[in-house]
T-cell receptor, first 108, second 116 residues
Framework: GIQVEQSPPDLILQEGANSTLRCNFS?????LQWFHQNPWGQLINLFY???GTKQNGRLSATTVATERYSLLYISSSQTTDSGVYFC??????????FGAGTRLFVKA | DTEVTQTPKHLVMGMTNKKSLKCEQH?????MYWYKQKAKKPPELMFV???????INESVPSRFSPECPNSSLLNLHLHALQPEDSALYLC???????????????FGPGTRLLVL
């Protein structure tokens, strides 16, 4: 199966700072999603982005499928952005594989 | 509406108990999933249903028994669990499964299970 690596594993930001999270895949993926898991455990879908670039408010994501990586950009971070960010994908089967996540803490 | 609901929110059970987790969605999705998530770990797939038929069973022990009675509802029946089964159980749904894989998955809030 595919391997999904996320970096950095942990990140501490001052409120207002920008950051970039990275997700590398060991094989080509047909589907790639970014999720935010809040401190209460809710997984929130941020982007479905198998290729290209998307933006939603202060968040944007870029996937370069040919090079097997995706980036999540967070601008002007807020304390509510704290939590764990996961990328996940599959190679055409039905099994979604999650990366280990990036744990983000935004300080006020 | 992109809501997936799960009940109960919390569950404490003994190793001899039988309980069920429930998941519901009304988005017309035809693929539904159960995941297990241990603390500080990513979600791990347990089961996938497509058009109410079990498509994937990730070698889950038989003490976990899934059921999909209709296109909106997914249950997970629990019996004779072990303390190591304590975890957050997440349900998800997506529009369908197809040859390219599943589309965007929407997750419920989860059930926090503690087995004593």
């Amino acid at each position: 199966g595919i391997q999904v690596e996320q970096s950095p594993p942990d990140l501490i930001l001052q409120e207002g700072a920008n950051s970039t999270l990275r997700c590398n895949f060991s094989d080509s993926v047909n589907n790639l999603q970014w999720f935010h898991q809040n401190p209460w455990g809710q997984l929130i879908n941020l982007f479905y982005i198998p290729s290209g670039t998307k933006q939603n408010g202060r968040l944007s994501a870029t996937t370069v499928a040919t090079e097997r990586y995706s980036l999540l950009y967070i601008s002007s971070s807020q304390t509510t952005d704290s939590g764990v960010y996961f990328c996940a994908g599959n190679t055409g089967g039905f099994k979604t594989i999650f990366g280990a996540g990036t744990r983000l803490f935004v300080k006020a | 509406d992109t809501e997936v609901t799960q009940t109960p929110k919390h569950l404490v059970m003994g190793m001899t108990n039988k309980k069920s987790l429930k998941c519901e969605q009304h988005m017309g999705h035809r693929a539904m999933y159960w995941y297990k998530q241990k603390a500080k770990k990513p979600p791990e797939l347990m089961f996938v249903y497509s058009y109410e038929k079990l498509s994937i069973n990730e070698s889950v022990p038989s003490r976990f028994s899934p059921e999909c009675p209709n296109s909106s509802l997914l249950n997970l029946h629990l019996h004779a669990l072990q303390p190591e089964d304590s975890a957050l159980y997440l349900c998800a749904s997506s529009r369908r499964l197809d040859v390219a894989g599943q589309e965007t998955q929407y997750f419920g809030p989860g059930t926090r299970l503690l087995v004593l």
